[in-house]
């Protein structure tokens, strides 16, 4: 029979005994420890690099002792002051800072109107052949974004940079400055590349708005216009707004296309001045741009989620209701549906098409100069940094198993990682390391990239404590990379974890599993589909990246992005070119069969 | 096999607000104990703390002599040491492994050689009737298979302490009826001590040999089902158990109506005052009352028959309650009929019950 006795409160144990009875459980459950591991490791890998960037550009550095009349080390206003009030602040920082402006401000246009009016057609209209234009005109989104820059400079490049001249100039087309480098060819390249971006976001949001909320008006006896101005666009204005947002903040972040189109004109943007700043050593100088660039990224993701806020309230309910009813065009659907085809031609086919061409011939558009050799040619005349065809000799091969090996160990550190956040986070043993967890993780999403490598180089460039000077390895490269990426791992972990919940892993341990068994056999396995998105993901986006691996690789290093900068660098256009179509190739090939593969969204795990 | 004590256990989420305070509870060798509470009464937190997963605040859970864990004594037991079965309300089946790997892997755990690994894995789904699903995976099997298979998973490494966290509330009601037989068979068949949580407390009152029912983290009542549904401890757990619940009468300051009439027959044949007065629907009677039972006047409100029994709601002066019938009820709405009772259950003014009042006069 059963007993119950009634017991006055017993006297709190003494804290010795507590804290005992603590350690056994934290000994027989290391997810505290883990927990606690996984804040130093993200503390130092992200909280540490910008504390020291942030150091680096209040505290004098060695050589400068002269300009500034104090000594190295002691805390200084002097790279302020010089980036933001001295003679040269105006080439330093102000000029790049107004032309970075008005390349955001001109791409986010023309990815609006592009990609605006697209998502329309594709999404509300009858336009022939509307699911191949939806899908086709995704495809410059899978291109790293400088494949556009290349194409461009391979078409109307005149003789004021070293290497060939573009393919008008060689048909006798004088192409002036203007439309060669600088601020125009920026903002189309980008635009191309970005308006796929603004595509999918409108998109979405057109195809969740009720064709009821815009009928019901109509009833009421408003006019198309009306409806439009009225129903329309305010219901897509926190889509508008976030796609605005987040190309602006991609551009901010956004190396190449300015390197290689604005450079040659002297048209500098914060990203190529930042690189600039660092290949001159000046590090001060480089920190104060970085913290600039990470304040404005901070701001835009800020707006961004403040604006969500206060839109949430137009979030219509019941998508039920949302039919789709597509507008009729009329005789306006084959040339709406040509326009559409323009578009691709000019984003994707033009662009490739290009590149090929200047890789096969070596006169431009003459095809009596059909040629192999950029490819394939064991001696190649002329090209003394790289005499021979893309495909011969080692500097391709090695790039490429470079950027496999350090782009997959990255996507794979970052997917595991992922989980191992999502893991704590779910097991909720402390709030507070989950929430810490939680909030870091995603502290890169902030920073545009190119900030976040210079951020690195200050922390790693020297030895601090135990852990030796990395600039130049291979590991500093993995590590910058897995961090940028670990945004959308540790999101797609935390939701993959909490989905799968906290019962299957205490089953396995109730059936008598020690951790290391529960992980090995239950929660991994279980999460093999996520843990394979999760790599996958960071692998095809880290491919094409180069705004963060410029700052960090070496002669030693070099991966396949940094091989056809430099390629450029020295003048030589076609292998350049040969190279891009290569990383082109692989990422698209990627990007497709992920898509196909995994069901999931380009929009929501791929960076520029 | 010994008894499961728990002993002053607690179990704070951090600050003052208490999941589980000071809980003593002796779970008898054998026994079917029913943890029975509404949600959120820290039944389940109880269950859980008693398999390890979750570690009390302060107090000592053991097993016999053995302690698990003991904040005084700064022992602890991992879950993977007590060598406990624990069925989950969502069950909890690996979705990656069959089910034949899911019953193997307790046993795996243990290194049990393989063949005779398989053979337990068998038998203990042969007991709960799904050895004909044995390759197939979790996600092939329907909600009642899944909870059986969740059983053979446990019952394969044949543990002493058998744990379940509400491992019916997901079936059908067909299925439900059908488990409880299942389970109660298990208990006499393998003689293990059983723990069962739930909120369903004909759940309880049908299968356990033993209720505690707990509110707002405090053990309310333990005593064997019949005893809790006759003798119920307080008003919290008179309210509870049972369907339709126990009628209460307050009776107030000034009592009139209903409360007055109930309060006047028992002052005369009891010594205490009581603060409300409790009558169980099915003993409120109709017809000519036998001599010294309590009898008034009432209408009927509306007649519920439910096949075997009628549920009538009645108005008796100022109050409406129920009643329930195991004969047919001829009366109509508006009626007027006689009922009357002879076994009431008193409450003080905190709630406890102080005595039940019956034919044989005030009883304990």
């Known amino acids: ?608 | 096999m010994p008894n499961i004590t728990l002993s002053g256990v607690a179990k704070s989420y951090g600050g003052h607000d208490y999941a589980v305070r000071n809980l003593d509870l002796t779970i008898p060798d054998g026994a079917f104990m029913c943890l029975l509470g509404p949600s959120g009464c820290g039944k389940t937190t109880t269950l859980r703390m008693i398999a390890g997963l979750e570690q009390p605040s302060a107090g000592t859970i053991a097993v016999g002599d053995r302690i698990l864990d003991s904040v005084e004594h700064g022992r602890y037991v991992p879950p993977e040491k007590r060598g406990m079965g624990l069925v989950f309300q969502n069950y909890a089946l690996w979705p990656h492994l069959s089910i034949r790997e899911n019953v193997e892997f307790g046993l795996r755990m243990r290194k049990v050689p393989g063949p005779e690994r398989r053979a337990r894995a068998e038998e203990a789904l042969r007991m709960v009737h799904v050895d004909a699903a044995m390759d197939r995976y979790p996600s092939q099997l329907s909600g009642g298979q899944q909870q059986r298979v969740a059983l053979a998973r446990m019952l394969a490494i044949n543990p002493e302490v058998l744990l379940l966290d509400e491992p019916l509330s997901n079936l059908d009601a067909q299925l439900r009826l059908e488990m409880r037989a299942e389970l109660k068979r298990i208990h006499e068949e393998s003689g293990a001590t059983i723990v069962f949580v739930t909120h369903d407390q004909l759940e309880a009152l049908t299968m356990a040999t033993d209720i505690a029912v707990m509110n707002q983290g405090e053990l309310q009542q333990l005593a064997a089902p019949m005893d809790m549904y006759d003798r119920p401890a307080n008003r919290f757990v008179a309210e509870f158990v049972g369907s339709p619940p126990m009628a209460i009468v307050d009776t107030g300051p000034e009592p009139g109506g209903l409360a007055g009439s109930l309060l006047r027959h028992v002052a005369a044949r009891a010594e205490c005052v009581p603060a409300a007065v409790g009558i169980r629907p099915e003993a409120l009677r109709f017809g000519p009352p036998p001599a010294g039972a309590w009898h008034e006047e009432a209408t009927v409100e509306a007649v519920l028959p439910a096949g075997s029994s009628w549920t009538v709601r009645l108005r008796i002066l100022d109050t409406d309650l129920y009643a329930v019938s195991y004969t047919p009820v001829d009366s109509a709405p508006g009626d007027t009929v006689t009922c009357w009772t002879e076994r009431m259950h008193l409450f003080d003014a905190d709630g406890a019950r102080i005595a039940a009042w019956d034919e044989a006069g005030v009883a304990a």
């Open chain 1, 1 to 608: 029979m059963a007993v119950l006795t009634k017991a006055e409160a017993p006297p709190p144990p003494p804290g010795r005994r507590r804290l005992l009875y603590r350690l056994q459980v934290l000994r027989h459950d290391p997810t505290a420890a883990l927990g606690l591991i996984l804040v130093v490791v993200l503390g130092y890998l992200v909280v540490a690099p910008l504390v020291a960037v942030l150091s680096d550009s209040a505290r004098l550095q060695y050589g400068d002792e002269i300009h500034a009349g104090q000594r190295p080390g002691e805390w200084t206003g002097y790279y302020l002051w010089r980036v933001f009030r001295s003679q040269i602040s105006g080439l330093l920082f102000w000029e790049p800072l107004l032309n970075t402006l008005v390349v955001a401000v001109g791409t986010t246009l023309f990815a609006l109107i592009v990609g605006g009016g697209m998502a329309w057609l594709v999404t509300r209209t009858n336009v022939p052949g509307r699911k191949w234009l939806a899908g086709a005109l995704v495809v410059p989104y899978m291109l790293p974004s400088w494949t556009f820059s290349l194409a461009w400079l391979t078409l109307f490049k005149n003789e004021r940079a070293a290497g060939q001249v573009g393919i008008l100039q060689s048909v006798g087309i004088r192409t002036p400055d203007w439309l060669a480098y600088g601020p125009l060819p920026i903002i189309v390249t980008l635009g191309l590349h970005y308006y796929p971006f603004v595509l999918l976001l409108v998109g979405n949001a057109l195809r969740r708005i009720d064709v009821q909320l815009e009928d019901s008006a109509r009833i009421l006896g408003a006019p198309q216009r009306t409806v439009i101005r009225r129903i329309v666009v305010p219901l897509m204005l926190p889509a508008l707004s976030s796609a605005v947002l987040l190309v602006i903040g991609r551009v901010l972040g956004t190396f190449g296309t300015p390197y290689v189109l604005g450079l040659p004109a002297d048209y500098r943007v914060l990203s190529t001045g930042l690189f600039q700043s660092i290949r001159d050593r000046s590090t001060g100088v480089a920190s104060v741009i970085a913290m600039v660039i990470v304040a404005i990224g901070i701001l835009i993701v800020l707006a961004d989620t403040r604006m969500m806020r206060e839109h949430r309230r137009f979030v219509t309910v019941g998508g039920k209701g949302a039919m789709d009813r597509l507008s009729d065009l009329r005789r306006w659907r084959w040339p709406a549906f040509a326009l559409g085809v323009v578009v691709f031609l000019v984003s994707v086919l033009v662009p490739v098409l290009t590149l090929l061409l200047s890789t096969v011939t070596r006169t431009p558009l003459d095809l009596s100069t059909f040629t192999l050799d950029y490819w394939l040619a064991e001696r190649l005349p002329g090209a003394v940094g790289f005499p021979h065809g893309v495909f011969r000799g080692s500097e391709l091969w090695a790039a490429a198993w470079n950027s496999l090996r350090i782009v997959g160990l990255a996507s794979i550190i970052c997917a595991v990682l992922g989980l191992l956040i999502g893991y704590v986070v779910v097991r909720g043993t402390a709030p507070r390391v989950a929430a810490f967890l939680r909030q870091v993780s995603f502290l890169p999403y902030l920073i545009p990239g190119i900030a976040f490598a210079a951020a690195s180089l200050s922390l790693f460039a020297v030895a601090r404590g135990p852990i030796p000077a990395l600039y130049g390895t291979t590991f500093l490269l993995i590590l910058v990379m897995a961090v940028t990426h670990l945004p959308y791992s540790s999101r797609s972990g935390i939701a993959a974890m909490t989905q799968l919940g906290r019962e299957p892993e205490e089953a396995a341990q109730i059936a008598g599993a020690s951790w290391w068994q529960r992980m090995s056999r239950i929660v991994f396995p279980i999460q093999k589909g996520a843990l394979v998105t999760g790599i996958i993901l960071p692998f095809v986006s880290g491919l094409k990246e180069l705004s963060i691996v410029i700052m960090l690789t070496t002669t030693g290093t070099q991966l396949l992005t940094t091989l056809s900068i430099g390629l450029v660098d020295y003048g030589y256009t076609q292998l350049a070119n040969a190279v891009v179509l290569v990383i082109a190739l692989v990422s698209f090939t990627m990007t497709y069969l992920t898509q196909r593969l995994t069901n999931s969204s380009l929009a929501s795990g791929l960076g520029g």
